[in-house]
């Protein structure tokens, strides 16, 4: 599991890591809003744990412009604002979830592994573009110029998957939460059958994308 920290309290960094790497978490740090939406916005990751004080670019502003960038992963937002009114404006913003300071460390982690399970977020919109096709998403249709195929709901979830993150290595293990779900038993096997229809979808629609493999790591799409 991959997560992001958004916090400026160098020390409180330091446990935290300690204690994500403990439980086999991977994790980036950044400490101001400006880097925060540059690692945001460029990587791909299942939890994002947002400070709402933050030198720069506070939290609240943070979270909408990730959101209105169309970054749909999880953001459990920390602070030390615990009035009813700063949560639900947290929450308003996009957060999904929300975790007062001073905390303990285990009800934290707790809760990322939470948000991990959740399937990925299909965005409210219709229509996904990527090299020379789009997605319809109320169709379930892939298209490029006068030629389309139908996808299942599955095969649609996933190709939105790998278009929102497009041009990024995603690893199995990625995908199989974000798609499918931590607490599904899909296998690797499922995976790549999946892959292999994708592929084929894209062939009969003469698309120029492909969905390429990363020896032992996952898939990237590409032109």
């Given at each position: 599991?991959?997560i992001?920290v958004?916090?400026?309290?160098?020390?409180l960094?330091?446990?935290?890591?300690?204690?994500?790497?403990?439980?086999?978490?991977?994790?980036?740090?950044?400490?101001?809003?400006?880097?925060?939406?540059?690692?945001?916005?460029?990587?791909?990751?299942?939890?994002?744990?947002?400070?709402?004080m933050?030198?720069?670019?506070?939290?609240?502003?943070?979270?909408?412009?990730?959101?209105?960038?169309?970054v749909?992963t999880?953001?459990?937002?920390?602070t030390?604002?615990?009035?009813?009114?700063?949560?639900?404006?947290?929450?308003?913003?996009?957060?999904?979830?929300?975790?007062?300071?001073?905390?303990?460390?285990?009800?934290?982690?707790?809760?990322?592994?939470?948000l991990?399970?959740?399937?990925?977020r299909?965005?409210?919109?219709?229509?996904?573009?990527?090299?020379?096709?789009?997605l319809?998403?109320?169709?379930?249709?892939?298209?490029?110029?006068?030629?389309?195929?139908g996808?299942?709901?599955?095969?649609?979830?996933?190709?939105?998957?790998?278009?929102?993150?497009?041009?990024?290595?995603?690893?199995?293990?990625?995908?199989?939460?974000?798609?499918?779900g931590?607490?599904?038993?899909v296998?690797d096997g499922?995976?790549?059958?999946?892959?292999?229809?994708?592929?084929?979808r894209l062939k009969?629609?003469?698309?120029?994308?492909?969905?390429?493999?990363?020896?032992?790591v996952?898939?990237q799409?590409?032109?």
């Amino acid at each position: 599991m991959r997560i992001l920290v958004i916090e400026d309290d160098k020390e409180l960094c330091s446990i935290l890591e300690y204690q994500m790497k403990k439980s086999g978490m991977e994790v980036d740090f950044c400490h101001d809003g400006e880097e925060a939406l540059l690692y945001g916005t460029k990587q791909t990751y299942d939890v994002i744990m947002l400070d709402r004080m933050l030198p720069g670019m506070e939290g609240i502003s943070v979270l909408e412009k990730l959101r209105r960038n169309k970054v749909s992963t999880p953001v459990i937002m920390v602070t030390a604002m615990d009035q009813i009114e700063n949560r639900i404006e947290g929450l308003d913003s996009g957060a999904d979830d929300y975790l007062t300071k001073p905390f303990e460390v285990g009800e934290l982690l707790a809760r990322i592994r939470a948000l991990a399970r959740r399937p990925s977020r299909i965005e409210s919109i219709d229509e996904l573009y990527f090299s020379d096709f789009y997605l319809d998403l109320g169709k379930m249709q892939l298209i490029r110029g006068e030629e389309s195929c139908g996808l299942s709901k599955r095969e649609g979830d996933l190709l939105a998957f790998f278009i929102k993150n497009k041009g990024q290595i995603l690893t199995r293990e990625l995908i199989l939460t974000r798609v499918w779900g931590a607490d599904s038993f899909v296998t690797d096997g499922n995976l790549d059958n999946f892959i292999y229809f994708l592929r084929k979808r894209l062939k009969s629609v003469h698309s120029n994308a492909t969905i390429k493999t990363i020896r032992s790591v996952g898939y990237q799409l590409e032109e």
